[in-house]
């Protein structure tokens, strides 16, 4: 309740400034406003909103002794939980430096996007192939959710050598299948989707970097140039 009351001050101040001095520098008010209006305020006061009913809410039903279903207080503490790790954005951005690797993962989220689309169209028909091919044999192909886990977990480098060797226990099967399937997968997946990846952040990182020098150096000549 007190984070809403100093936000709603906030505005409320920012308001003012903003009309005092768009009126005598004969300005738009709502322009002035809008350029000096932290727009973080609003989101805050929707975070700490979702708080207080989540804790309401805890209090109402105090936590139904039926565990068949999720209780709404439950559910409302944990959007509240999300909301507010978003929030930390706003306190992160004081620092150029710790943003870093937030600016990287937005500005390079659409390439990554668009990289993995025709990712997650090999993965798809590697998983069916997977099932097809070995579900008879490995518990692990015998449906498609269970493919798409195993092939996850060897993209991270998990249960490599113990596909390999699962893959000398199918009895009708020639051991080189499973061997030529794995490896395969495990040449795309870590050798080629993994260091496109990599490089397409390494790129985005190194124009962060720079960028960030860049107007820390403005900045420094703009002190100068006041001084």
Request: proline fraction near 2%; hydrophobic fraction near 45%.
């Amino acid at each position: 309740i007190c984070c809403i009351v100093f936000n709603i001050y906030y505005i409320r101040s920012t308001y003012i400034y903003s009309k005092k001095k768009a009126v005598n520098n004969f300005q738009d008010p709502r322009k002035k406003f809008s350029s000096k209006f932290d727009r973080w305020s609003i989101y805050s006061i929707f975070c700490h909103i979702v708080t207080i009913a989540a804790s309401l809410s805890s209090i109402i039903y105090n936590f139904y002794d039926d565990k068949s279903f999720i209780p709404i207080s439950m559910i409302f503490m944990a959007l509240s939980s999300f909301f507010h790790t978003i929030l930390l954005l706003r306190y992160l951005k004081q620092k150029p430096q710790i943003m870093i690797i937030i600016n990287v993962a937005t500005t390079s989220i659409i390439k990554i996007f668009e990289f993995l689309v025709g990712c997650i169209t090999i993965f798809i028909a590697y998983t069916i192939f997977g099932s097809c091919l070995f579900g008879t044999y490995d518990t692990t192909f015998r449906s498609f959710i269970d493919s798409a886990e195993c092939l996850l977990a060897v993209i991270h480098g998990d249960s490599i050598q113990t596909m390999f060797d699962a893959a000398e226990l199918w009895p009708d099967l020639s051991r080189w299948y499973g061997i030529i399937y794995w490896g395969l997968w495990i040449f795309f997946s870590l050798t080629i989707m993994f260091n496109i990846s990599i490089s397409i952040f390494e790129e985005v990182l190194t124009k962060e970097i720079y960028k960030t020098a860049r107007e820390a150096q403005e900045r420094d000549h703009a002190e100068e140039a006041a001084r």
